[in-house]
């Protein structure tokens, strides 16, 4: 299997630009995640999905980040409009167990730059 | 509220043993997850407890105490590959939510 894909691998863009970053969890997965990692914040999951269902999106920083999953094998975050602050590595994992993922296997990341 | 509590930092020389601990707060508790991450990697999953005791993959293991809301990674024969950060983590809830300690960065020194 190829794992968990995330695009743009590394993107760097101006302040108040819109950011999409792109994930392929693992196939048959069906919990899916989207973290940030800061040195000063750490990992912090953003929100998740099981089933391609929104289940709690309580760490999403503001209403300027926003995600989708339109089918169990596509998910997006996207951040409109993006500022400084935003910069960190966003990773994407996904989970073969729907009710207690203790085993999450984790996408390369992007790496997201704002100016 | 959830929180896991784990040192900054642990240094160690090839082929020794380390232990690195993990101390924990949850309302509810589904278990102890630990993670490993190369510089510039992702996180790649380690092992898991559900129950008391050890759990050995390899030259890796990982102990849990319930009752003392502790656990803590046992590498041994350390090489230096193992430098890495690693990350306790804990499932918040029966859904899938994983919270994440903030890792301790070990350096394996020849």
């Known amino acids: 299997d190829a794992g968990v894909i995330q695009s743009p691998r590394h993107e760097v863009t101006e302040m108040g630009q819109e950011v999409t970053l792109r994930c392929k969890p693992i196939?048959?997965?069906?919990?899916l995640f989207w973290y940030r990692q800061t040195m000063m914040r750490g990992l912090e999951l953003l929100i998740y999905?099981?089933?391609?269902?929104?289940?709690?999106d309580s760490g999403m920083p503001e209403d300027r980040f926003s995600a989708k999953m339109p089918n169990a094998s596509f998910s997006t975050l996207k951040i409109q409009p993006s500022e400084p602050r935003d910069s960190a590595v966003y990773f994407c994992?996904?989970?073969?167990?729907?009710?207690?993922?203790?085993?999450?296997?984790f996408g390369p990341g992007t790496r997201l730059t704002v100016t | 509220g959830q929180s896991l509590e784990q040192p900054s930092e642990v240094t160690a020389v090839e082929g020794a043993i380390v232990q690195i601990n993990c101390t924990y707060q949850?309302?509810?508790?589904?278990?102890l997850s630990w993670y490993q991450q190369h510089d510039g990697g992702a996180p790649t999953f380690l092992s898991y407890?559900?129950?008391?005791g050890l759990e050995e993959t390899g030259r890796f293991s990982s102990f849990l105490s319930r009752s003392d809301s502790y656990g803590y990674l046992l590498l041994q024969e350390l090489q230096m590959k193992d430098s890495a950060s690693y990350f306790c983590?804990?499932?918040?809830?029966?859904?899938?939510?994983?919270?994440f300690g903030q890792g301790t960065e070990l350096s394996v020194k020849p």
């Open positions: 407890n559900a129950l008391d």
């Open positions: 999905f099981n089933n391609n269902v929104p289940i709690d």
């Open positions: 983590a804990s499932p918040y809830n029966q859904g899938g939510k994983l919270i």
């Open positions: 196939s048959g997965h069906n919990s």
């Open positions: 949850t309302s509810g508790f589904y278990g």
């Open positions: 994992a996904s989970s073969p167990r729907g009710q207690i993922s203790y085993e999450q296997y």
